[in-house]
């Protein structure tokens, strides 16, 4: 038996339903602008994104394809996508002149194959990559990097923004003001790592050749090490303080180090000295602690 | 072979032609590893001059500084007008014709190498007062410069963007910060070497931090 309804009942209902997914449209505003664009590559494409606010999240996969989602709120901008051989170049576009940062702000969802090269430059916000094995070079003003399971060249050079990078591999170089940086269970043999007033911490093994640098004026270095690596160790704070836990040996090579006057060193081999370790900092502290 | 047997074997070191010793003692010693590493890296880029590359002329700057560094060891000398006219002119010259503002923590980095290290780490000619006096106008000119390059900066801050400029600012602060305390360090110690690199160092992340500023800042401002 069908339900009978009057003409005045149901366009009552319909009213409603309009009415409920107008304010559900009013509610999500982030989705008032959605793109999604498909370029098929060939081997390591480069992907360059240029975005102002917002977060930018990178994942790989296995097809030799990277798909871009943006959406932003704001008729103000718009997403540009390029596609020129190999490169693909994502950028969000003002379409007029003093937009707010709110106006300005642009989501994106990239994904692509796993030896892709990238090159991403944001102001705030936060930028995800995961499970991405190319080159990298990322540069922010107040954005977050956090970096999982990448390997490669890593580039990152941010004023104020923090640095997390788990499970990293390759060679990374950090240049940062203000920002903390943390490398945590990376498997990388050269680190570079420069911040002024940040934090930085170094939870990992030392590799065998390995090149660690690690260097601040103010705020904490630590470095954790265990009991099975093994490295050559320069520790300098010229006004703060070096904290040390490994029972360093003199060095095997005849090295002798000319400790600066009037500040806290430390030089000695752990073990055979396999890896280069040199941490400094002009008012901070240094920790070198044994891993828990 | 210890290490500075292998530095007298790298004087004539050429690549692929260590001598077992002291392949086997770079397999054992990390800080001889970086050493050689640094030398393929100089060879390496060596090579990759091409001959476009050498015939390109040198920076004016470098000119400027050897210059400089000739007239403060009182090798050369010159005349008061050009003096006044390069001192007011020549950084701003410079800044002027560089087109894409993100070069400028690398053209101010060349400054400041040829400013502040090449010429205070020489350990030749000026005696101890003159290295200092070549040392305070080292720094009062690099930080005139940095000066400048700061107050076309800060004009060009994106006003719509009062968060960014604000991180921006801050980070200015703290870099500054830094650079009175190194400057203190190194007017107390001028002979420390550790000194003068952080000196050089918060010099260099002040350049690096201005250049950020001009590429974020509103063009023609």
Same mark, same amino acid.
């Given at each position: ?15 409603? !339903?309009?009415?409920?997914?107008? #304010? ?12 999604? %664009?498909?370029?098929? +590559? ?6 360059? +994104? ?7 999240? +990178?994942?790989?996969?296995?097809? &030799? ?36 940062? &709110?106006?300005?702000? &642009? ?13 991403? /430059? ?44 788990? =499970?990293?591999?390759? /060679? ?35 590799? /065998? =050749? ?9 705020? #904490? ?11 050559? !160790?320069? &520790? ?10 490994? %029972? ?7 090295? /002798? ?36 | ?18 001598? @077992? ?79 894409? @503002? ?43 410069? $940095? *000066? ?6 800060? *004009? ?27 400057? *203190? ?20 992340? *002040?350049?690096?931090? $201005? ?7 509103? @063009?023609?401002?």
């Amino acid at each position: 038996m069908m339900n009978s309804e009057s003409p005045s009942k149901a366009s009552l209902r319909t009213a409603s !339903l309009v009415a409920a997914g107008f #304010v559900l449209l009013l509610a999500s505003p982030a989705f008032a602008h959605r793109m999604e %664009k498909h370029f098929t +590559v060939n081997g390591r494409p480069v992907i360059s +994104v240029h975005s102002s606010h917002g977060r930018i999240s +990178v994942k790989s996969w296995k097809k &030799a394809e990277v798909v871009v989602v943006g959406d932003h709120s704001s008729p103000k901008v718009e997403v540009d996508t390029e596609q020129a051989g190999n490169r693909i170049e994502v950028a969000t576009h003002a379409l007029n002149d003093n937009l707010t940062p &709110a106006e300005m702000e &642009a989501n994106y969802e990239i994904t692509v194959p796993e030896e892709s090269e990238l090159q991403i /430059r944001t102001d705030s916000g936060v930028v995800v990559v995961e499970r991405v094995y190319g080159d990298m070079v990322f540069d922010t003003v107040a954005a977050n990097v956090q970096l999982e399971e990448v390997g490669g060249y890593l580039v990152v050079k941010t004023v104020g923004g923090s640095v997390v990078c788990t =499970r990293c591999l390759g /060679r990374i170089d950090v240049n940062s003001i203000s920002g903390n940086v943390e490398l945590l269970q990376p498997q990388m043999e050269n680190v570079h790592v420069q911040t002024s007033s940040g934090n930085i911490l170094f939870d990992g093994d030392f590799l /065998r =050749r390995g090149i660690y640098i690690l260097k601040n004026y103010s705020g #904490v270095i630590e470095v954790r090490f265990s009991d099975t690596d093994s490295f050559d !160790l320069t &520790a300098t704070s010229m006004k703060g303080t070096v904290e040390n836990q490994a %029972k360093l040996k003199p060095d095997p090579h005849g090295r /002798r180090f000319n400790a600066p006057q009037q500040a806290k060193s430390l030089f000695g081999t752990f073990n055979e000295g396999h890896a280069k370790v040199d941490l400094s900092s002009y008012s901070g502290t240094i920790r070198i602690r044994k891993r828990e | 072979m210890q290490c500075q047997e292998l530095e007298q074997v790298l004087e004539q070191w050429s690549p692929g032609s260590l001598s @077992p010793e002291a392949s086997a003692h770079l397999e054992a010693c990390a800080n001889c590893r970086a050493l050689v590493s640094d030398l393929e890296a100089i060879q390496e880029a060596a090579g990759r001059l091409g001959q476009e590359d050498l015939k390109l002329a040198p920076p004016a700057h470098l000119w400027v500084n050897l210059r400089a560094q000739l007239e403060a060891e009182g090798l050369i000398r010159k005349s008061r007008e050009e003096k006044e006219r390069v001192t007011a002119g020549w950084f701003g010259v410079w800044w002027g014709g560089i087109s894409r @503002p993100a070069l400028a923590g690398a053209y101010v980095a060349l400054l400041l190498v040829a400013a502040v290290f090449v010429g205070l780490k020489s350990d030749f000619g000026p005696g101890a007062s003159q290295q200092t006096a070549m040392l305070a106008a080292a720094t009062a000119s690099v930080n005139s410069e $940095l *000066k400048d390059v700061e107050s076309g900066a800060m *004009k060009g801050l994106p006003k719509g963007d009062p968060d960014l400029s604000a991180t921006l600012r801050h980070n200015l602060e703290v870099v500054d910060n830094f650079i009175a305390l190194c400057e *203190k360090s190194v007017r107390e110690e001028p002979k420390s070497e550790l000194a003068r690199e952080y000196l050089y160092g918060a010099y260099q992340q *002040k350049a690096e931090l $201005l250049s950020a500023m001009m590429d974020r800042g509103v @063009p023609g401002e």
